[in-house]
C-alpha cells in the first residue's frame, strides 16, 4: 500500500515537495498555518488540476489520520502545534532535503556552516560541473532538492547548501563530502541555545563513514576538535597556520599540505574573489572537490573564473568617488564583521533588521577606526544603538526606510570611501528576503 504524506508548508519547498510525490504517483495533503491561502493558486503554481487536500490554520480533531511521513518545509519550526501534533502521532518527520535523497541517483557534496555556505556551494558547483556535466544545485541556495531529484543521473553529483533549518530533521541523508565552513551565534531564536545550533550543524556528517570525507575549519575551536570524533576522515583548511595535513592561506598563496609537505595550489591574486574569508571558501572548495575526485587542474581552472555571488559583499557601483557594496547576504554578525573587514577603506555601514535574538556587542567593536557613520534601519536599530553607546560609538542615525538611508549614506561619505549595506540582521518585517532587500538596494544606488 502506498504511503500518504503531509506537506507542512505551501511555500516554495512545499510546492516542489508536492511536485515531486505528484510525479512519484504519491498521495498528499498540504498544510499551511495561513487560514487565508489561496489553495487555487497554489495548484496551478504546483502545476496540476488534481484535487489535492488542505488543511489551513487550525487542524481538527483527526486531520491527519492516514498519513505516513510528513515532509516539513525548512521555514516551520519543529516546536508549532502542528509540528507538535504530528510528533505526538509517531509520524516520520522528512527534511524536503531528507525526501530528494531518498531519491538521488548520484553521489553528494553538502555544505554547511553559519557563513560562507552560498560562495563556497556555488564555488563547488562550478568545479564539479566542469568534470561531471550531470551535476545539480540544490539546497538553501533557494533551489528545492525536490525540484531536481527526480532529474539526477547515475554516476552524476549533488552539490548542497544544507542549512540548520534542514539538518534538524536528516534521517538517512548521507553526503560523499560534506564541510563545516564554521559555527558562530545564529537562528537562536529558533535553536535557542548555541549548543544545540552547534550539535545541529554537526550532524549533517552524522552518517558518514570510513570512506566518506568531512572538510573543517581547523581556526574554529568547536570544528577543530569535532574533527576527532568523525567516524570518515576530517580534512581540515586554516587562514591563520601551516598545517601538517590539509589546506592552509600564507602571504597570497593557498597550500594544500600532506605528511608535512606543502605544495603551492593557487596564488589568490589569480582568483576574483577578495578578504579573507573568501579565501576559507577557496580552501574549503578545494578541498571537497578534491576528495571528491576532481583532477587538480580542473579545480584550479575553475576557481580562476569564478566571481562572486550576488548579495555578497557584491561590487554595485562608484559614485561620486564613493564605492558601493551590497552585502544583504549578511545577515548575522559574524558574517557583517567580514564584511567590514573587507572593504578597502573608511565605510558609511547600513545596518539592521529583522531580531534573531542576536548579540550585537563584537560586531559593533569592530566599527571604530573603520566606520564612518553607522545608519541603522529595522526592527533592531535600537538595539544596535544600545550596543553602539556601550563602547562609546556614537557615529550613527535612524532611518524609517532604506531609501532613507542610502539618502544619508550619500550625503556622510567622503570620496575615497565605500558605502556598505551588510545588515548583520535578517531582512523580514521590511522585505520578504535579503534578496528583495539587496536589490532594492542596487536600484537606490543606480539612481544616485
Known amino acids: 500500500m502506498s504511503e500518504k504524506y503531509l506537506i507542512v508548508g505551501a511555500g516554495r519547498s512545499g510546492i516542489a515537495a508536492a511536485q515531486m510525490l505528484l510525479q512519484l504517483g504519491k498521495d498528499f495533503i498540504i498544510y499551511d498555518a495561513n487560514k487565508d491561502l489561496d489553495t487555487e493558486k497554489t495548484k496551478k503554481l504546483i502545476g496540476t488540476d488534481k484535487d489535492i487536500p488542505f488543511i489551513c490554520g487550525e487542524v481538527k480533531e483527526g486531520g491527519f489520520d492516514g498519513i505516513d511521513i510528513c515532509v516539513v518545509s525548512p521555514g516551520v519550526p519543529l516546536d508549532t502545534p502542528v509540528m507538535v501534533a504530528v510528533k505526538e502521532k509517531n509520524i516520520p518527520v522528512y527534511s524536503e532535503i531528507e525526501l530528494a535523497y ?3 541517483k548520484g553521489k553528494i557534496i553538502a555544505i554547511t556552516g553559519t557563513n560562507g555556505k552560498t560562495t563556497t556551494t556555488s564555488l563547488v558547483h562550478e568545479i564539479v560541473r566542469s568534470h561531471n556535466e550531470n ?20 554516476g552524476g553529483a549533488t552539490v ?33 541555545t548555541m549548543e544545540n545550533y552547534a550539535d545541529i550543524k554537526k550532524s549533517i556528517a552524522k552518517n558518514q563513514d570510513e570512506n566518506d570525507f568531512c572538510v573543517l575549519n ?14 570518515c576522515k576530517a580534512v581540515y583548511f586554516s587562514s591563520l597556520r601551516e598545517l601538517t595535513d590539509g589546506w592552509y592561506y600564507k602571504d597570497g598563496t593557498i597550500y594544500e599540505a600532506e605528511n608535512g609537505n606543502a605544495t603551492p595550489f593557487i596564488n589568490v591574486d589569480e582568483t576574483n574573489l577578495v578578504g579573507l574569508h573568501n579565501y576559507e571558501n577557496i580552501m574549503a572548495a578545494a578541498a571537497m572537490t578534491k576528495s571528491f575526485g576532481v583532477p587538480e587542474e ?18 554595485v557601483a562608484t559614485k561620486n568617488g564613493v564605492k558601493y557594496y551590497n552585502d544583504s547576504k549578511g545577515t548575522n554578525t559574524d558574517a557583517a564583521i567580514k564584511a567590514i573587514d573587507a572593504m578597502p577603506s573608511t565605510t558609511v555601514l547600513i545596518g539592521g533588521g529583522y531580531d534573531k535574538n542576536a548579540d ?7 566599527f571604530p577606526g573603520k566606520v564612518r557613520k553607522l545608519v541603522l534601519i529595522g526592527q533592531t536599530k535600537e538595539k544596535i544603538a ?3 553607546d556601550t563602547i562609546g560609538f556614537t557615529d550613527y542615525c535612524f532611518a524609517e526606510s532604506l531609501e532613507e538611508a542610502v539618502a544619508i549614506c550619500a550625503e556622510a561619505a567622503k570620496e575615497g570611501d565605500c558605502c556598505l549595506l551588510s545588515p548583520a540582521c535578517a531582512s523580514w518585517g521590511m ?18
Open 160 to 192: 548542497a547548501e544544507i542549512s540548520s533549518f534542514q539538518l534538524e530533521t536528516m534521517i538517512t541523508f548521507k553526503p560523499k563530502v560534506s564541510a563545516i565552513l564554521n559555527i558562530t551565534p545564529d537562528h537562536l531564536d529558533r535553536h535557542k
Open 298 to 315: 580542473t579545480i584550479k581552472a575553475a576557481i580562476r573564473r569564478f566571481t562572486a555571488v550576488e548579495h555578497r559583499i557584491e561590487y
Open 135 to 154: 551535476t545539480l544545485l540544490v539546497g538553501n541556495i533557494e533551489i528545492p532538492y525536490t525540484g531536481l531529484a527526480l532529474t539526477s543521473k547515475e
Open 102 to 104: 531518498l531519491y538521488d
Open 218 to 231: 581547523y581556526e574554529d575551536p568547536l570544528l577543530k576538535e569535532f574533527g576527532k570524533e568523525l567516524k
Open 360 to 366: 550585537f556587542s563584537e560586531w559593533v567593536s569592530h
Open 431 to 448: 522585505f520578504k528576503c535579503y534578496q528583495e532587500r539587496g536589490e532594492m538596494f542596487k536600484k537606490l544606488v543606480r539612481k544616485l
Open 386 to 388: 544600545s550596543a553602539c
